[in-house]
């Protein structure tokens, strides 16, 4: 069967100080909806599972948060990781678990803090990927680029496969990581390439497999631990031992890249709305409320402007927020810390923050 994996890991930084350390962007509800990310994702998932498929994989200290907001996880469903080990760990430790529960298990692994629009496209395209996938193969879903980002994964289109019940598929001939930005340009113009959307649909004994084969270290970690998984009091035992000497290392890097190499990876090209909010400037791009013309996250009769164009407040303190005649600029107000920067320098928060006492 399908089962959905939301891996829910992050430092809190680029969005300081609306998230924190201890509660990363997942928790914060951006789409002004009533839900959080992690809780949009949730209700996103449920119609291609069912609630006792779902699981969660996060830090221990975002346990708890995880578990209050989504009431209906059940607890063998959330795996909490001692420390943060990126996301092969974190994925991987799902597909060990899940490989033991279930031979035949289809994993489908979504961000937990992504923003996507459009629920029709989304599930129609995991659904050819769930069909791809039991092909053996690594599959992923494609976003057509708008800009030359440098904080994704690239995807060049490769021919397609002609998979009944998937007719989009298509083999993935080259997976880029992160590429700089004068290569990002390129794939850019190049035109066929797309962005990886960080969703990845695979039988979790497939992956288990390309882990041992181009990252068998990690891979024999994860097998020991899901050996003991069901036993709670073993599981804590060998967890402690063993997960701080796993390699830290991205998915993309450690199974993406290398099986894309060897033709084992495939794409469905989707047309739904994502974004993955990765800084004010961005999050600015996606607000709906506009006050004069200043994005505002929050209560609106917090804001008061007067010839202010393309800048992001947020307000949070219980104080007005007041702006006038500045233009692109990023304020952000909460009760313990204030940010001021502009729009531009958006990206660059994560670095400030590395300034504060307590890291944020
Ligand atoms: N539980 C847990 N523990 N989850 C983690 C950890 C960890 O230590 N590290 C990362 N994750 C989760 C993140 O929460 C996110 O859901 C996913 O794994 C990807 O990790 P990111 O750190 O957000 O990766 P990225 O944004 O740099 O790049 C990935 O996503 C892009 C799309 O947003 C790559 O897959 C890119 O190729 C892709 O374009
Ligand atoms: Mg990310």
């Known amino acids: 069967g399908f089962w959905a994996v939301v891996p829910a890991g992050g430092a809190g930084t680029r969005l300081w100080p609306l998230s924190r350390k201890g509660y990363p962007k997942f928790f914060l509800?951006?789409?002004?909806?009533?839900?959080?990310?992690?809780?949009?994702?949730w209700d996103r998932l449920l119609p291609l599972s069912?609630?006792?498929?779902?699981?969660?994989?996060?830090?221990?200290?975002?346990?708890?948060?995880?578990?209050?907001?989504?009431?209906?996880?059940l607890p063998g469903n959330l795996l909490s990781e001692p420390m943060p080990k990126?996301?092969?760990?974190?994925?991987?430790?799902?597909?060990?678990?899940?490989?033991?529960?279930?031979?035949?298990?289809?994993?489908?692994s979504f961000a937990a803090d992504h923003m996507i629009s459009g629920n029709e496209a989304f599930l129609s395209a995991v659904t050819e990927a769930a069909v791809t996938a039991k092909k053996n193969l690594l599959v992923t879903i494609g976003i057509a680029p708008s800009h030359p980002a440098t904080g994704f994964g690239y995807i060049?289109?490769?021919d397609r496969l002609n998979i009944e019940g998937a007719p989009n598929a298509c083999r993935v001939?080259?997976?880029?990581?992160?590429?700089?930005?004068?290569?990002?340009?390129?794939?850019?113009?190049?035109?066929?390439?797309?962005?990886?959307a960080g969703m990845f649909v695979v039988r979790a004994k497939f992956l288990?497999?390309?882990?041992?084969q181009n990252c068998p270290e990690l891979a024999e970690g994860l097998d020991k631990i899901a050996e003991v998984w069901e036993n709670e009091s073993e599981r804590t035992r060998v967890i402690t031992d063993i997960w701080p000497t796993l390699p830290k290392i991205a998915i993309d890097h450690a199974v993406a890249e290398p099986a894309a190499?060897?033709?084992k990876v495939a794409v469905i090209p989707a047309t739904f709305g994502w974004d993955d909010v990765g800084d004010f400037s961005s999050l600015a791009d996606i607000l709906p409320t506009e006050i004069g013309h200043a994005r505002v996250l929050g209560d609106?009769?917090?804001v008061i402007t007067d010839q202010v164009a393309g800048g992001i407040i947020v307000p949070g303190s219980g104080r007005l927020v007041a702006c006038l005649g500045v233009d692109d600029l990023v304020i952000v107000d909460t009760p313990d810390a204030l940010l001021v920067t502009t729009r531009a320098r958006a990206q660059e928060v994560k670095k400030i923050v590395g300034k504060c006492k307590d890291g944020g």
């Open 29 to 41: 509800d951006l789409t002004q909806s009533g839900r959080s990310l992690i809780q949009g994702t």
């Open 50 to 73: 069912t609630p006792d498929r779902l699981m969660v994989v996060t830090g221990v200290d975002h346990s708890q948060g995880v578990r209050d907001q989504l009431p209906d996880l």
């Open 86 to 108: 990126e996301s092969a760990a974190a994925i991987g430790l799902a597909a060990a678990v899940l490989a033991r529960r279930d031979p035949e298990a289809i994993l489908g």
């Open 156 to 158: 060049r289109l490769g």
């Open 173 to 196: 001939s080259q997976f880029k990581e992160k590429p700089d930005s004068r290569t990002a340009s390129a794939y850019l113009s190049s035109g066929s390439y797309r962005w990886n």
């Open 208 to 212: 288990m497999e390309l882990l041992h």
């Open 261 to 263: 190499a060897e033709g």
């Open 300 to 302: 609106q009769a917090m």
